[in-house]
């Protein structure tokens, strides 16, 4: 079965910085590039970041260039967020996924409340 | 960055009907593109990529198709069960961007 497993989120003050991880179980994380997707609340999807298998292709979304970082850790299936300068615009459900034929694999999010 | 344009932001219809969503994109994105269906406090589920190719699983009333920069998203007989917001994300170029999302509701 697949997993995906989002934590690290909360509620965190205007500036202030968190890390998002995800625990992937049941795919070949290794040779997989890893996504994350954020919502607003009531709002669309949003894509925010992604990795190659390797870590050698990154990309961001301009509202998070120089203030996110993503990361990976093949030998413990893991993917990071790290989010730093956050903004009360950054309040949303962070997802996790997968990219084979599309996201085709989800975890069920963690939620990032920014606010003071 | 591609902005991708999605219409309508919502429709109504019935069981049964046929509905298209389109998203056209600001510049070509050859086939790189995948369509989305999430129900409410629900993960995404992907139901296309490659703009024309169905996820497995997923059933066949769903069907993409792309002309230039336009793509569209057809369901050909709603189902109960389709009644969701979609939308389409192209896997182009960095940053990679969705569609504001289509809301379809029961009329």
């Known amino acids: 079965e697949v997993q995906l497993v989002e934590s690290g989120g909360g509620l965190v003050q205007p500036g202030r910085s968190l890390r998002l991880s995800c625990v992937v179980s049941?795919?070949?994380?290794?040779?997989?590039?890893m996504h994350w997707v954020r919502q607003a609340p009531g709002k669309g999807l949003e894509w925010v970041s992604c990795?190659?298998?390797?870590?050698?292709?990154?990309g961001y979304a301009d509202s998070v260039k120089g203030r996110f970082t993503i990361s990976r850790d093949n030998a413990r299936n893991s993917l990071y967020l790290q989010m730093n300068s956050l903004r009360p615009e950054d309040t949303a459900l962070y997802y996790c996924?997968?990219?084979?034929?599309?996201?085709?694999?989800w975890g069920r999010g963690t939620l990032v409340t920014v606010s003071s | 960055a591609i902005q991708m344009t999605q219409s309508p932001s919502s429709l109504s219809a019935s069981v049964g009907d046929r509905v298209t969503i389109t998203c056209r994109a600001s510049?070509?994105?050859?086939?790189?593109l995948s369509w989305y269906q999430q129900k409410p406090g629900k993960a995404p589920k992907v139901l296309i990529y490659?703009?024309?190719s169905l996820q497995s699983g997923v059933p066949s009333r769903f069907s993409g198709s792309a002309f230039g920069t336009d793509f569209t998203l057809t369901i050909a007989g709603l189902q109960p069960e389709d009644f969701a917001t979609y939308y389409c994300?192209?896997?182009?170029?960095?940053?990679?961007?969705f569609g504001q999302g289509t809301k379809v509701e029961i009329k």
């Open positions: 510049q070509g994105i050859r086939n790189d």
């Open positions: 049941g795919i070949n994380f290794p040779d997989s590039a």
């Open positions: 996924a997968r990219w084979l034929a599309g996201l085709d694999s």
């Open positions: 990795i190659n298998w390797n870590s050698n292709s990154i």
């Open positions: 994300l192209q896997d182009y170029s960095y940053p990679w961007t």
């Open positions: 490659a703009a024309s």
